[in-house]
């Protein structure tokens, strides 16, 4: 493979994973589609609900960034990163206080629902607890210095807090005290 070819491949690949941004909004993009249906140009509507359906996903992930609070109970919040692939998001960061670390991280998406059944029977299989958190099913597994806690959510996500610093009452006030609602749409 020349040069050429090789840059060329590692950029439509590395293109291909990074998220689209809408430059107009879902109501251009939604009301374009039946327009162009009822015109006959199909393709052009298939194009057009993809970019529809790519914009309110865009609008969905800004509003579970923005649930993820500053400060929890007074817990700090760092760097947020996201990831999006094959139908699935992720967003993680961690939470500190004095000196101690809760890693949160978010799964939604076609594959968030799949990945929570797998994450729930992975515990179940472990040692573990069934507790609710606000309304949400949890299961709280504490293994030598480890603490994790899977949240289901409404939406088929799933809703991981794990720590390696601090005790599992604490995590379990963490979780407690996030703004769950504002991230499970």
Known sequence: MSDKLAV?????????CLPAYAEEGPEEYCSAVIELYREGDIDAALEEAKWCVESLEQLALKQQLDGFSEQVDGWTRG?????????????????????????????????????ALAAISQLGM????????????????????????LVTLNNAGMLNFSSTSTDKDTVISFAKAFPINAIDR
């Open 8 to 16: 060329l491949t590692v950029i439509l690949i590395t293109g291909a």
């Open 79 to 115: 760097e947020i990163k996201q990831h999006k692939t094959m139908g699935m998001s992720t967003i993680e960061t961690s939470y500190t206080k004095d000196e101690k670390t809760i890693e949160v991280n978010l799964t939604t998406g076609a594959a968030g629902g799949m990945g």
């Open 126 to 149: 472990q040692v573990g607890e069934k507790v609710r958190i606000q309304r949400r099913t949890a299961l709280v597994n504490a293994t030598g210095s480890k603490v994790e806690i």
